[in-house]
């Protein structure tokens, strides 16, 4: 779904500006109802998907994706993977059929190139090689490489479904605005554990279910973390993205991209050096936080793997619908979650031992399963009220027995055998 919208360039902008365009843009409140997914897919060879594909094979897969007529935005990741991002719809049906279709044409169009969309939350053996070359991705790779490892990895070996929901009403209850804060904090937990689908890295297992989920924890924390928990959800946001730090200052009239060290957008305001930022530095700056929630005039829930199989998207932007739209389940998620967030312990989410065992366990954890078990029993009872078709309603109700109900995620299945045997199918978990 497209992001919050700021005004390109303009004056200076001052710290109150600022903080008032972050209250009042991130957060658009009331109805109507609209729904969004963003697919991150990995792009592989379509019989030997432990190679590399080359660069000049990844040019022509993009070409030919993009040729295609998709209802849908097509981007490309800095690591050659291929996103797209529903337009806002006002039904899970309509967000279904349109993405179902256009994955149906890229495909084709790659399968065309012996090419295929591999559902890995990261990539089980290519190292991290960057594809895009453009200047903003040089100063991120520079930003991030001061943390260490986990940010390259990011960039270019991993792969997510981002679930778009409505910020939420202004009054409370269960589709309220401080309710669905809250409650996509916690139930994020839920998902990563439910969803982890990464256990693997350039072959190797890594001790986690979601090792993508260990990457956003070993990026920078004020990069990624969220807004503490219990504060205003506007108020909190404004003042974690007031100070968090600027990943860099875009280039003007030729000159390079910089890299500050440890300067805030803050204290950009306040000393305008290198230069005076504007409205579009700010809105700028926001691309490049990555919490596990990211309020962008809409919700958009960071946190889930993607999934294996050609339709295993639809299991969590199914689940995630239901239970933020549909007021009773929400009401029962809620409930179920709610207690979870006296075991977080110190500090917000992603960096506190709740979301660590999400990513490392799944849904092996007790707490977590229990949860899991309530709110996706309460996902597929609200399906019908939503008006989810057949299809959807089976797959879900699929997941929940093969996977939920047993304490298992999709990285059980990949660590139950050896990633050689992945090779020995005709489409690897495609």
């Given at each position: 779904m497209p992001a919050a919208q700021f005004n390109d360039g303009g004056p200076p902008i001052a710290e109150t500006e600022a903080a008032d365009l972050l209250r009042c843009i991130c957060f658009k409140t009331g109805p109507p109802r609209k729904l969004g997914v963003e697919l991150e897919w990995l792009v592989h060879d379509l019989h030997s998907p432990h190679l590399p594909v080359s660069p000049g094979r990844l040019r022509a897969a993009h070409a030919a994706a993009r040729s295609l007529p998709l209802r849908s935005a097509l981007t490309v990741e800095p690591g050659g993977q291929l996103e797209l991002s529903s337009l806002p719809a006002?039904?899970?049906t309509e967000v279904v059929d349109s993405v179902s279709a256009d994955l149906t044409a890229v495909r084709g169009a790659l399968h065309a190139q012996g090419l295929a969309l591999a559902g890995f939350g990261q990539d089980p053996w290519q190292p991290p090689r960057r594809f895009l070359r453009e200047p903003r991705y040089e100063a991120m790779q520079r930003c991030l490489d001061r943390a260490g490892p986990s940010g390259l990895a990011m960039m270019c070996t991993s792969a997510s479904i981002q679930v778009c929901v409505d910020a939420g009403h202004e009054e409370p209850g269960p589709l309220g605005l401080g309710r669905r804060w809250l409650l996509a904090h916690l139930l994020g937990a839920v998902l990563v554990a439910a969803f982890a689908n990464s256990p693997y890295a350039q072959g190797t297992r890594t001790g986690w279910r979601s090792n993508r989920q260990a990457l956003w924890a070993g990026i920078e924390p004020g990069r990624t973390l969220a807004p503490p928990s219990g504060a205003e959800p506007r108020a909190a946001?404004?003042?974690?993205?007031l100070d968090a730090p600027v990943?860099?200052?875009?280039a003007r009239d030729g000159e390079p991209w910089q890299v500050p060290e440890g300067l805030t957008f803050r204290e950009w305001t306040r000393g305008r050096q290198p230069r005076a930022p504007d409205r579009a530095d700010l809105a700028y700056h926001l691309t490049t936080l990555f919490p596990p929630v990211r309020p962008q005039g809409h919700l958009e829930l960071r946190m889930i793997d993607a999934q294996p199989g050609a339709d295993g998207w639809l299991v969590p932007l199914a689940v995630t619908a239901a239970l933020f739209d549909d007021p009773q389940a929400a009401e029962i998620a809620y409930r179920a979650v709610k207690p979870l967030g006296e075991t977080?312990?110190?500090?917000p989410a992603p960096h506190n031992p709740l979301w660590e065992t999400a990513a490392r366990k799944g849904l092996s954890d007790p707490e977590l399963h229990a949860a899991a078990v309530v709110c996706f029993a309460a996902a597929l009872d609200a399906l019908p009220r939503l008006g989810a078709a057949e299809p959807?309603?089976?797959?879900?109700?699929?997941?929940?027995?093969?996977?939920?109900?047993?304490g298992r995620c999709p990285a059980d299945d990949l660590l139950d055998s050896d990633l050689d045997d992945l090779l020995d199918q005709e489409e690897p978990l495609r």
């Open positions: 006002a039904s899970l946001w404004a003042q974690r993205v990943m860099c200052v875009r977080a312990g110190a500090g959807v309603r089976q797959a879900v109700a699929a997941y929940v027995e093969r996977y939920v109900s047993r």
